[in-house]
């Protein structure tokens, strides 16, 4: 428990951290906002207010999401200490004969599925987000660096820091499943070697 609580308070720090230096660096860089890429400030013309508002609201959405992650839940005990896949299953669907490739069925136990989501997207957000910092600081040092603007002017409104969070999230998932396993395992270990 002490580790994931040192897990969430470094993840949710850096992600303030990283917060703050993309607004003040989006101030020193476009204080019209000309350069924001973000679509609700672009499209609808939130302007400083909304921005401001719209990260408050992420770090709100950040911190619960991690706490739940690393804090709250609790992971359901399974006797499945052997295949992945079967525990997998135990706890998702409460029967470890029902894998399915890609888990698309709908889960019985929404409990495991929701941490692995808020696990995966809030280890992801913060690195996804210093690329967004990185691109601010190229730009105001006027560092010249054709190939990282072109390969971010390949994704939709040059938003490569969402592809990123994605992609590492969707790792990140097999990463946490496979962390939830061993730790069951061990769990499973110690019983039967205090019985």
């Not at 850096?14 to 860089?29: E, N, Q, R």
């Not at 135990?90 to 989501?117: H, R, V």
């Not at 010249?144 to 040059?158: I, Q, S």
Request: net charge positive; aromatic share 16%.
């Amino acid at each position: 428990m002490k580790k994931r609580k040192t897990a969430f308070i470094i993840l949710t720090i850096s992600y303030f951290l990283v917060t703050a230096a993309d607004l003040t660096l989006t101030f020193l860089a476009t204080p019209d906002l000309s350069l924001e890429g973000n679509p609700l400030v672009t499209t609808y013309k939130f302007g400083w207010a909304g921005l401001v508002a719209i990260n408050v609201v992420t770090l709100i959405l950040y911190f619960i999401m991690a706490r739940y992650a690393f804090i709250k839940y609790r992971a359901p005990e399974s006797d499945e200490t052997e295949d992945i896949k079967r525990y997998l299953a135990d706890i998702t669907y409460g029967d470890p004969e029902k894998t399915s490739l890609g888990m698309w069925k709908w889960p019985k136990y929404w409990a495991p599925q929701i941490a692995c989501l808020c696990y995966s997207v809030t280890t992801a957000l913060p690195f996804a987000r210093v690329i967004v910092v990185i691109e601010w600081l190229l730009m105001l040092n006027h560092v010249r660096a054709p190939l990282f603007f072109t390969v971010v002017a390949m994704f939709p409104l040059g938003r490569i820091d969402f592809f990123v969070a994605v992609i590492l999230a969707w790792f990140l998932s097999g990463v946490w499943i496979r962390k939830e396993f061993l730790k069951n395992a061990e769990r499973k270990e110690k019983e039967k070697m205090n019985k």
